[in-house]
C-alpha cells in the first residue's frame, strides 16, 4: 500500500507535494520521491531509499522550479527498497513519470513483451512497465495514452501521470485502488487518500473503478476506458483531519479490520499467475527438497503464533507434512532438537520480533533452512532468513492485529497449497477446487463484514462481563484463542481459549451466567461434536454467542446469540470466522471506553525480550 500524490495549479509544487507525502506517510515509509515540470517542460527529479524525513532533507537546498508534479511515498511488494525502485518512474526517454499504488499481476509478460520490443528498464518494479507501455502509446495526447495502456494492465493500481510535453496536464486513473481529487480555486490535487489535500481544500470527487481523469489549467475531465465522458461533481468534506486519515473511520483498528479483504487478495495477488497456479519462488520451490522434508516447524510470538496453528492444519493435510508449531521465546531457549531436514517458517509482521529473531538465528546456526514471512520490506528477518514471503497487508496502525493476521493465513495457505503440489499430496482436481475457494475468500470476507449490526448488538448485550471463554475444536482452535486474545487486549477483560473438548478438564468449574461463552461453529466436520459441547455449557448457565454458519438453521436453538459466516471449505473457514470477533472486541472495548489503537501496556513491535 503506497501513497501517491499529484499536484497542478498555480503554485509553486514541492512544497504542496511534500505536505501531501506527509499526511500520507503512513502508508509506506521504505523509498519515497518527487517529480516537479517546468512551464518549459524542464524537469527535476529527486528519489531516495528510506522515510520521508530522508527525501526532505535532500530537498532542503534544492530549486524546483514548476507548478505542476507527482510524488510517491512506497511500501514494496515488486523489487526491493532501493533508489532505482523507487517511485516517480519514467519511460525510457525520461519525458513522462509514473506513481502508482496497487499490484500488476500480469507484470512478468508485459516486461518480457516490452523486452523484446527493446525497452531498456532501470528497476525491478511493476510500476516501470506502465511508462513504457504510456510512452508506446503517446502521440500528443497523454490522456488517450494512459487509457489505452491501462487496457493492457490487470490487477489493481491508481496511477498518476505527468508528461514534459504536456507541462500543465495530470492525468490519473484507478482499479481496485484507492484515488480521490481535490478540487480547489484554479488547482487540482490526486491523492491516494483525503487526508493528502484536506488542510487546502474539502471539494473532492472519489473516482471509481476504471475511471480516468485528466486536469488541465482549468478544466477537469473524467471519461470512463471508451472515452465516454462521466459527469460527477464534487463532494463536501466535513470530516476532520484526524478522522480523514482513518478514512472516515472512527479508529485506525475499525478501518483495518474493514481493509481486510484488500489485504488478503493483494496478498494473494502475486502468487498466483493468471492460469491459477501458484507462482512463488525460492529454494522451497525445489521438488526433492520439498520432498526430502522430515517436518515443518513454526516460530512466531502472539497473533503470528495462533497464524502458524491455524496453517498446521493446512500443510498437514494437504501436503502430508508434519508440523509443530512453536512459541518463538519458548522456542528459542529450550534446544530444539533441529537437522537438515526440517524446515523453519519464522513469521512476523515487521520482521523486527527480537524473540522470532532469536529463533531464526537459533536455526541458522543448526544449518536448517528458514523461510520469513513478514509484512515489512527489508526488515532485519528478511535479510537473514533463507527466503521471504511478503504479505501485502500495507502498514497497520491499530497496535491489535486484524489484517496482518488474516494476510498471514492467505500467505501460509498458498504456502500449503504449493507444498501439496510439489509433494503429489493433492490431485489437480483437489488443488483447483481449493485455490478457487482461496480465491474466493475476499469477496466473503466482504459479506461478513457487511452485516455488523448484530455484532454491535451483541457486544451492547455483554459489555459488562469481566470473563470470556472462547471455544472452537480443530481449526477453529486457533481462531478462538486469536478471538480471546484481541478481547484482552483492547478491553481488557480476562478471557481464555480453550479446544472445546478440554471444557470438561477444568474450565466448566467456572461457568455460570456471568460468564459468556462465545463458541466457533461452523458446519464443519466436527460440528456435532461442536454442539455437544455447546450443550454442555447450556447446562451450566452459561450464555453462549456462536459464530455460526449462514446454511445452520439448528443453531439458535442452542445458542443464546448467533451471529452468521458463509459456508467455505472447511480448512479456508478462520478468515471469516475471526472477523466477527475482532469486530466482537472492538465494539465491547468502545461500549468501555477504551483506547482501541493505542491499548496500555502494549506496542506495536516487539523488539526487546
Not at 479490520?257 to 488478503?264: L, M, N, S, T, V
Not at 493435510?317 to 518463538?328: L, N, T
Not at 481488557?492 to 478438564?505: Q, S, T
Not at 461463552?517 to 455447546?534: F, G, P, Q
Amino acid at each position: 500500500m503506497c501513497g501517491i500524490f499529484g499536484y497542478t495549479g498555480n503554485r509553486e509544487a514541492k512544497e504542496i507535494l511534500l505536505h501531501g507525502l506527509r499526511r500520507l506517510e503512513y502508508r509506506g515509509y521504505d523509498s519515497a520521491g518527487i517529480c516537479v515540470i517546468g512551464e518549459n517542460g524542464d524537469f527535476k527529479r529527486l528519489r531516495v531509499r528510506g522515510n520521508l524525513d530522508i527525501l526532505e532533507n535532500h530537498l532542503a537546498n534544492q530549486v524546483m522550479p514548476g507548478k505542476i508534479g507527482i510524488a510517491h511515498t512506497r511500501w514494496a511488494t515488486h523489487g526491493a527498497p532501493s533508489e532505482q525502485n523507487a517511485h516517480p518512474h519514467s519511460d525510457c526517454h525520461e519525458n513522462l513519470f509514473v506513481v502508482h499504488n496497487g499490484i500488476i499481476e500480469n507484470f512478468s509478460q508485459l516486461r518480457g513483451e516490452l523486452l523484446e520490443r527493446g525497452h531498456e528498464f532501470s528497476s525491478e518494479t511493476d510500476t516501470e512497465i506502465i511508462a513504457h507501455l504510456i510512452e508506446e502509446k503517446y502521440e500528443g495526447d497523454l490522456s488517450v495514452a494512459v487509457r489505452e495502456a491501462i487496457r493492457q494492465l490487470e490487477g489493481s493500481f491508481a496511477i498518476a501521470v505527468v508528461h514534459r510535453g504536456e507541462p500543465e496536464t495530470l492525468v490519473a486513473a484507478r482499479r481496485e485502488s484507492p484515488l480521490v481529487i481535490g478540487v480547489g480555486t484554479d488547482e487540482w490535487f490526486v491523492a491516494s487518500a483525503v487526508p493528502a489535500f484536506l488542510s487546502m481544500t474539502r471539494k473532492v470527487i472519489f473516482l471509481e473503478d476504471n475511471e480516468i481523469v485528466t486536469v488541465c489549467g482549468k478544466s477537469l475531465r473524467i471519461t470512463d476506458l471508451d472515452g465516454v465522458e462521466i459527469e460527477r461533481k464534487p463532494q463536501e468534506i466535513t470530516w476532520d483531519l484526524d478522522a480523514a486519515e482513518k478514512s472516515g473511520y472512527e479508529d485506525f483498528m475499525l478501518k483495518e479490520i474493514f481493509e481486510q479483504p484488500r489485504a488478503f487478495m493483494d496478498t494473494l495477488a502475486d502468487k498466483f499467475s493468471r492460469e491459477g497456479e501458484i507462482s512463488i519462488e525460492g529454494f522451497f520451490s525445489n521438488k526433492d527438497y520439498v520432498m526430502s522434508l522430515r517436518r515443518i516447524v513454526i516460530v512466531a510470538c502472539g497473533t503470528s503464533y495462533h497464524a502458524g496453528l491455524i496453517s498446521r492444519y493446512l500443510f498437514e493435510q494437504w501436503a502430508k507434512v508434519p508440523v509443530e508449531v512453536e512459541i518463538a521465546s519458548e522456542f528459542r531457549y529450550r534446544g530444539a532438537v533441529l537437522s537438515e531436514q526440517d524446515l523453519i517458517i519464522a513469521i512476523s509482521q515487521s520482521g523486527e520480533t527480537a524473540d522470532t529473531l532469536a529463533s531464526v538465528r537459533e536455526a541458522k546456526a543448526a544449518k536448517v533452512p528458514v523461510i520469513a514471512l513478514v509484512n515489512v520490506v527489508g526488515s532485519q528477518m528478511t535479510r537473514e532468513a533463507d527466503s521471504v514471503i511478503y504479505t501485502h497487508a500495507g502498514p497497520e496502525i491499530g497496535v491489535a492485529a486484524t489484517k496482518t493476521f488474516t494476510s498471514q493465513m492467505a500467505a501460509l495457505a498458498v504456502l500449503a497449497l504449493h507444498f501439496g503440489r510439489i509433494r503429489d499430496a493433492l490431485s489437480d482436481g483437489k488443488y483447483g477446487v481449493i485455490a478457487e475457494a482461496l480465491r474466493g475468500i475476499p469477496v466473503l470476507m466482504k459479506d461478513v463484514l457487511a452485516d455488523i449490526e448484530p455484532i454491535a448488538e451483541c457486544a451492547q448485550e455483554y459489555s459488562h462481563c469481566e470473563n470470556f471463554l472462547f471455544l472452537g475444536r480443530g481449526i477453529s482452535y486457533p481462531v478462538a484463542l486469536e478471538g480471546a486474545l484481541k478481547l484482552k487486549e483492547i478491553s481488557y477483560i480476562h478471557a481464555e481459549g480453550y479446544p472445546a473438548g478440554e471444557m470438561k478438564h477444568g474450565p466448566i468449574a467456572l461457568l455460570d451466567r456471568r460468564v459468556p461463552v462465545v463458541a466457533v461453529v461452523t458446519r464443519d466436520s466436527l460440528y456435532e461434536k461442536m454442539v455437544s459441547n455447546i450443550e454442555e455449557v447450556k447446562a451450566r448457565g452459561a450464555p453462549v454467542i456462536a459464530i455460526a454458519s449462514t446454511g445452520d438453521p439448528d443453531i439458535e436453538k442452542v445458542c443464546d446469540r448467533v451471529l452468521r459466516v458463509p459456508e467455505t471449505i472447511e480448512l479456508l473457514s478462520p478468515p471469516l470466522t475471526v472477523i466477527p470477533l475482532q469486530l466482537l472486541a472492538y465494539h465491547i472495548a468502545k461500549i468501555r471506553g477504551c483506547n482501541v489503537d493505542q491499548p496500555r501496556n502494549l506496542a506495536k513491535t516487539v523488539t526487546v525480550e
